[in-house]
């Protein structure tokens, strides 16, 4: 007296299902080949897997998905494509082009030091990624890539850099100490 009673219906069903498994693609650099040159060496095959999933349905309704096991069937096969690297710098999977690259000497400097001033030469803030160059070697304003240092543009001049000699800017006065002086790669970006 007083109670309810609900009848309600619960299936556990099992099935097995074929599973695509997705292939990656594989970037390969050849640095005889142009920058832009773009070829699929090899086309990538999905694989597959075998997976048996096990399911609750209570009143008509799945209530519950598991995956309980899986068994590979076929492995997928990568797809490798090849870039042209000639005169070009592979960072971070990305080609970037360069029109020209030599070794310069390189000081580090901070606008945190004394005496120095927060604006270099063109008038932009002095901060990481601002180097100080020797306008007849270097343009002011181009860009450029130094090994150790990153990517950067040229905005500064400095009494002591004629020639191949490059300061670059840092936030701190101790990572220019930590910089010191060094013999680095710089490439001109197109």
């Given at each position: 007296r007083g109670m309810e009673i609900h009848v309600s219906s619960m299936i556990e069903t099992a099935y097995h299902m074929i599973q695509p498994l997705p292939y990656e693609t594989v970037t390969t650099f050849n640095d005889t080949l142009p920058v832009g040159h773009e070829a699929v060496l090899k086309e990538g095959v999905p694989g597959y897997q075998?997976?048996?999933?096990?399911?609750?349905?209570?009143?008509?309704?799945?209530?519950?998905s598991n995956l309980t096991e899986s068994k590979l069937l076929k492995d997928p096969v990568a797809r490798v494509v090849e870039k042209g690297s000639a005169n070009a710098l592979v960072i971070d999977n990305e080609v970037i082009p360069y029109s020209n690259s030599f070794t310069v000497s390189a000081t580090g400097y901070s606008r945190m030091q004394a005496n120095l001033s927060d604006y270099t030469y063109t008038g932009v803030l002095a901060e990481k990624g601002v180097i100080a160059v020797d306008p007849s070697v270097i343009p002011l304003g181009t860009k450029v890539y130094v090994e150790g240092y990153g990517f950067a543009s040229c905005e500064d001049t400095g009494g002591a850099i004629k020639g191949k000699k490059i300061d670059l800017c840092f936030n701190t006065v101790e990572e220019c100490y930590q910089w010191g002086v060094q013999s680095v790669k710089l490439y001109i970006l197109d």
């Open positions: 075998e997976v048996i999933v096990k399911e609750l349905i209570v009143d008509g309704e799945v209530v519950s």
